[in-house]
């Protein structure tokens, strides 16, 4: 496999702008999931897909955040109106089907700068 | 909710010694996995070892061993002969297994500490 792919893998964007990050998943992979993680800091966990649904978010994921996964492939994350408080590594996982503690396999993660 | 704990921030290793690595959590599920993730500088997090609660038996893979003790809630990783590239930042995290063994699946997030760097000397 190809692992996860994350882009941009950097993003610089003034306060109040919009923003939107894509991850493709491994390919055979349903279940993926978005963590955001602050410098210094373990990732926390923001939202996660099965296939196309979302079926869990955190309450990290104010009403500024939306999340997509249209046709159960890749995903895309949008900001509005970003804050300085937004400035993390987003960073997107995805799992294989099934039980059994299944590895999540991580991406290299989109760094985002508020300035 | 579960919490994970890893009051470690930097730990440091000679070459070729070992090395143990804290964690603890709380949860007040019975049924879950526990894992620790390694996440070298300016790259993607990697798997290094889980550990499923209701087996007993301590986990290892190669250099890497878990001192898992339920009762206690403490989840340690030991590396034996450290070696360079090693070094990281490690991350303890826990995942609910709860439905799972009735047949039904649980989403499978993950909630992590906050982290330890580990530095490895030559």
């Known amino acids: 496999d190809t692992g996860v792919s994350q882009n941009p893998r950097h993003k610089i964007t003034k306060r109040g702008q919009n923003v939107t990050f894509r991850c493709d998943p491994i390919s055979e992979h349903n279940r993926l999931y978005w963590y955001r993680q602050t410098l210094g800091q373990g990732p926390e966990f923001l939202t996660y897909?099965?296939?196309?649904?979302?079926?869990?978010k955190s309450r990290l994921l104010s009403d500024r955040f939306s999340a997509e996964r249209p046709k159960g492939s890749f995903s895309t994350l949008e900001i509005q109106r970003t804050e300085q408080g937004d400035s993390a590594m987003y960073l997107c996982?995805?799992?294989?089907?099934?039980?059994?503690?299944?590895?999540?396999?991580f991406g290299p993660g989109t760094r985002l700068t508020v300035t | 909710a579960q919490t994970v704990t890893q009051s470690q921030p930097e730990m440091s290793v000679q070459e070729a010694e070992t090395v143990t690595l804290s964690c603890t959590y709380d949860t007040s599920e019975s049924d879950y996995y526990l894992f620790w993730y390694k996440q070298p500088p300016s790259r993607q997090m990697i798997l290094v070892i889980r550990?499923?609660?209701?087996?007993?038996q301590n986990a290892t893979e190669n250099r890497f061993s878990v001192n898992f003790q339920k009762a206690a809630k403490s989840f340690s990783l030991k590396i034996s002969d450290s070696q360079l590239g090693d070094a990281a930042m490690y991350f303890c995290?826990?995942?609910?297994?709860?439905?799972?063994?009735?047949?039904?699946?649980?989403?499978?997030?993950?909630?992590f500490g906050q982290g330890t760097i580990l530095t490895v000397h030559p």
């Open positions: 550990q499923e609660a209701y087996k007993q």
């Open positions: 897909f099965q296939n196309e649904a979302q079926l869990e």
């Open positions: 995290a826990y995942r609910s297994a709860i439905g799972e063994r009735a047949g039904g699946t649980s989403y499978g997030k993950l909630t």
């Open positions: 996982a995805s799992s294989r089907p099934g039980t059994g503690g299944t590895e999540q396999y």
